[in-house]
């Protein structure tokens, strides 16, 4: 049997870290979303949004700005979490962080369509040759393509949670109904987003938020788990531990 071994300094240090920036991230997307990006996109209705935008211009660049902090927690979360991870697994923890990685390439590509479409919104010189009507439906088209981001980059989020609660489950670090829940939770969002993109109706037999919603309060209890609680001993590691003590013993 391998021996995972159990948590060392640094990899209980990453665990807190990873755990702020679970969190971190959360509250994040519940601001730049609900607090902001909600109020003033109004669905259907082109000029409305862009005239909201337009008259709350410094709200619409603080949304870009969190998701700018967005990327950097993510980046700082799955580089915590290959720390934690790769002691379990190497191959499967750069798979986890590889995934990670695409999503935030995924929300700093809908951070320069925001930005993009603010531009549309704007006066410079050039844009008189469309008119008005034509520049906010190219503005919401642009703000339309960061959801598109969002779903494209929710199969690798899916895929890295399911990896990490897969690995938490081998390693023990954390109670295993936490890591199956997580499993299970991220399989369902993985598949939900996967029949998603084949069948773009998927949402009226699911409703949307139900693809994500249960990984991400996967995600909120592991990230209050590892802040607070932080790494359990690996129970793998014990009988090889107890093996070498024997051995040493008899030499």
């Known amino acids: 049997m391998s021996v995972i071994g159990t948590s060392d300094g640094p990899q209980r240090q990453a665990a807190r870290v990873a755990g702020a920036a679970f969190l971190l991230a959360i509250a994040i997307v519940v601001i730049s979303n609900y607090g902001i990006s909600f109020r003033l996109s109004i669905p259907g209705d082109a000029g409305e949004t862009a005239r909201n935008i337009m008259a709350h211009e410094t709200l619409f660049r603080l949304n870009t700005a969190c998701n700018i902090a967005y990327v950097v927690t993510i980046v700082v979360l799955l580089t915590a979490l290959y720390v934690v991870l790769e002691p379990v697994n190497r191959y499967l923890a750069l798979v986890a962080t590889t995934c990670r990685l695409v999503v935030a390439l995924m929300w700093s590509i809908t951070t320069l369509n925001m930005l ?84 773009p109706h998927f949402d009226t037999v699911i409703n949307a938020y139900w693809f994500d919603s249960p990984m991400v309060l996967f995600e909120m209890a592991l990230g209050l788990w590892l802040l607070f609680k932080g790494l359990s001993p690996s129970r793998m590691a014990q009988p090889d531990l107890a093996g070498g003590r024997a051995a040493s013993a008899i030499r």
Do not use: K, M
């Open 116 to 199: 993009g479409a603010l531009r549309l919104l704007g006066n410079a010189a050039y844009l008189p040759v469309f008119r008005a009507d034509q520049l906010q439906t190219l503005a919401r088209l642009h703000l339309s393509a960061g959801y598109d981001a969002y779903y494209v980059g929710l199969p690798f989020w899916a895929a890295a949670s399911t990896v990490c609660g897969y690995l938490l489950w081998e390693s023990r670090y954390v109670p295993r109904a936490l890591a199956a829940f997580g499993v299970l939770s991220s399989s369902w969002c993985l598949a939900c987003a996967f029949l998603f993109i084949v069948f």
